[in-house]
């Protein structure tokens, strides 16, 4: 139950299908000082890591070795995710120290973003308000 003053939803968690999670969640804990919240098995013999803050998370999902075609488990069904921070030239910085290119950046009412693509081909749209 939520007072008059949270948000009645909120955003827990986003889940992705990657190739390599571990991969995937150790670039997300050095960009974003993240941490993996939770790891283990997964539905279809898959695999999947949480990994993220106390208050929501990324899941990374990759499929096993059944011959299960789900549809709800499509490769990068997405355009972006969306992180806010609050200090963009410093991610910035460890985003090109990662090895990944910086596009598109842009300042606009009410922030300041830029893009970049990480090693499992997922975009992502880092902002500062």
């Known amino acids: 139950m939520s007072d008059k003053n949270s948000p009645l939803a909120q955003l827990e968690h986003v889940n992705i299908t990657v190739e390599q999670p571990k ?14 919240r939770w790891e283990g098995a997964a539905i279809d013999d ?33 355009n972006h995710l969306g992180i806010r921070v609050d200090d963009l030239e410093a991610i910035e910085q460890r985003v090109i120290a990662e090895g ?10 009410p922030g300041r973003r830029f ?13 500062s308000y």
């Open 23 to 36: 991969e995937a969640a150790a670039l997300l804990c050095r960009l974003f000082d993240w941490k993996i």
């Open 115 to 127: 893009y970049f693509i990480d090693t499992s081909n997922v975009e992502y749209e880092v902002i």
């Open 100 to 109: 990944l290119q910086p596009f598109n950046h842009a300042n606009y009412k």
């Open 46 to 78: 898959g695999y999947t890591l949480h990994v993220g803050n106390d208050h929501n998370y990324v899941a990374l999902y990759s499929t096993g070795s059944s011959d299960h075609q789900r549809p709800d488990h499509q490769q990068n069904g997405m």
